[in-house]
């Protein structure tokens, strides 16, 4: 009698152990997959906000560049105006270019091209960290997947109920192991 | 560790709470009168845990005068950039960020589990640590959140600090109580309960808190080596919290808007005495913080720097 009720304790165990294991490897299946996701969530992100970001950066310090070459090239006709009639349109000209010039700098008190190109490269930075940090975690948690599948007991109920080890993220172009060169020479075109 | 150190807690309470009920009601023998303190001080036990838990991180951060980070300031949004990068590592939703005014470099964290916690920094590391740097203190400061240090630091804390008030109205309550006792003079008997109140005091104000106390420093100590390693695996790049470890051990000044009773949860020792850079055998039961050389050394050993540290080595000289 006692023999059939250690039996029957042993069966249970087993059982128990079975859907503990089970259960914690569906959960890290899920959590994988999850992981796999976020990375899309952060290249979307990356797709959606940095030409957005440039163009803005771009258009505004063209705006920048656009007056002040207006105002040089204003200076530049007064300069070189002959005689008092054309020297005083040339003047006015000149006069309204730089009112456009002091409006530009009392709106922005400090010529902002250096901060916005500041901020889009810590934009830039971030965004790329974010990605890779986001590839990390998934291989990360990848690799806990795949060990709990292969580990000594857990591994013969993992087969038995279909699960795959997870593929770990790769660089498939050989091209993106290579040192990008860094070329800031000014007179490339 | 957190269960086992709030049944603990409760449980000596209630304890004194029925040794307070026997003084008072005597000991049961046929008729059991109704233990009103022992219930009283199980429910004042249980109710300060669950409220240690949920909200005593919030009183903590208002003390400390954090304001939270404003993404206008271009630090503070690389501050909460590096956040965001870290929390996407580890995994975890988002904490609140918030900025310290204080001249000393630290970083703290806090709260009960990882959906409701917070992060401070003080604006003096922000602006002397480099991003990398920044990302490996961040990183560290993570990591006890997801190996939920947090919760139990913080409820240590909130502990603590009512068993130093409970303690102290224990003592108002008994010294009143010994004097009655003389005026009166009932009868036989009380002056045999003078050693036991001696006792209750003694475990009261004396020993629980230090045994709290002790407990939290080893702990803590031990966490902080692991939060190293949980942040090193978190950005792969333990030379970056050397580099910072070492900025931030260079200043000697205190962190004026930490207090004392949450100074284990600070990623360096705020009071700025150096009781934690001893190695001996005192430190190591009482201090919070690991020593910070022998923390910049595993790290290094961690990066390949210098070769692999022997836990209770003497400091070699580099």
């Known amino acids: 009698m006692i023999i059939f009720y250690f039996f029957v304790a042993a069966v249970l165990l087993n059982v128990v152990w079975v859907v503990a294991k089970y259960n914690s490897l569906i959960t890290l299946r899920n959590v994988v997959t999850n992981g796999w996701k976020q990375i899309d969530v952060q290249l979307k992100r990356r797709h959606d906000l940095i030409p957005n970001l440039v163009n803005t950066v771009r258009g505004q310090m063209q705006f920048e560049q656009e007056t002040l070459e207006k105002v040089i090239q204003a200076r530049i006709a007064a300069v070189s105006a002959k005689g008092v009639a054309d020297a005083a349109a040339k003047e006015d000209v000149l006069s309204s270019a730089l009112t456009k010039l002091f409006a530009l700098v009392e709106n922005y008190p400090t010529l902002r091209s250096n901060e ?68 800031l020479s000014l007179n490339k075109k | 560790m957190t269960a086992i150190i709030v049944i603990l807690y409760i449980t000596v309470l209630a304890l004194m709470g029925f040794a307070i009920d026997v003084l008072l009601l005597g000991l049961p023998n046929d008729e059991v009168p109704l233990p009103v303190m022992t219930i009283l001080t199980f429910g004042t036990a249980t109710g300060l845990a669950i409220r240690g838990l949920y909200s005593g991180w919030i009183a903590v951060l208002k003390s400390t005068g954090a304001v939270a980070a404003n993404p206008k300031d271009p630090l503070q949004k690389q501050l909460l950039d590096v956040v965001e990068e870290m929390k996407i590592a580890a995994g975890l939703p988002m904490p609140k960020v918030y900025v310290i005014h204080d001249y000393d470099f630290n970083a703290l964290t806090m709260g009960s589990d990882p959906q409701h916690c917070a992060m401070a920094v003080t604006d003096s590391l922000l602006k002397e640590t480099t991003r990398e740097e920044l990302q490996g203190v961040i990183a560290h400061e993570m990591s006890h959140i997801r190996n939920y240090d947090i919760r139990l630091m913080t409820i240590i804390a909130s502990l603590v600090g009512e068993v130093v008030l409970i303690s102290d109205t224990l003592t108002g309550r008994l010294k009143g109580r010994i004097e009655s006792s003389v005026n009166c003079s009932t009868g036989g008997g009380w002056i045999f309960m003078i050693p036991l109140y ?36 978190l950005t792969r790049n333990p030379a970056s919290l050397a580099s910072a470890l070492r900025k931030i051990g260079c200043d000697r000044i205190p962190t004026f808007s930490i207090k004392r009773g949450t100074a284990h949860i600070c990623i360096v020792d705020p009071t700025g005495s150096g009781f934690n850079d001893k190695e001996g055998w005192i430190a190591e039961v009482f201090g919070t913080h690991p020593p910070l050389l022998k923390r910049i050394r595993n790290l290094e050993a961690m990066a390949y720097r210098i070769r692999p540290q022997l836990p209770y080595a003497p400091p070699t000289p580099n």
């Open chain 1, 116 to 183: 916005n190109v500041q901020q889009l490269q810590e934009e830039l930075t971030s965004t790329e960290n974010k990605i890779s940090f986001a590839r990390q975690f998934y291989n990360d948690i990848a690799t806990k997947f795949n060990i709990a599948q292969q580990l000594f007991p857990t591994n013969t109920i993992a087969s038995m109920f279909n699960f795959k080890t997870a593929e770990l993220f790769e660089i498939k172009i050989d091209a993106e192991r290579q040192v990008p060169t860094v070329d």
């Open chain 2, 198 to 233: 001696i006792i209750i005091w003694l475990i009261g104000v004396v020993i629980v808190p230090v045994i709290l106390k002790v407990m939290a420093m080893g702990v803590s100590r031990n966490r902080e080596y692991l939060a190293d390693a949980s942040g090193a695996e």
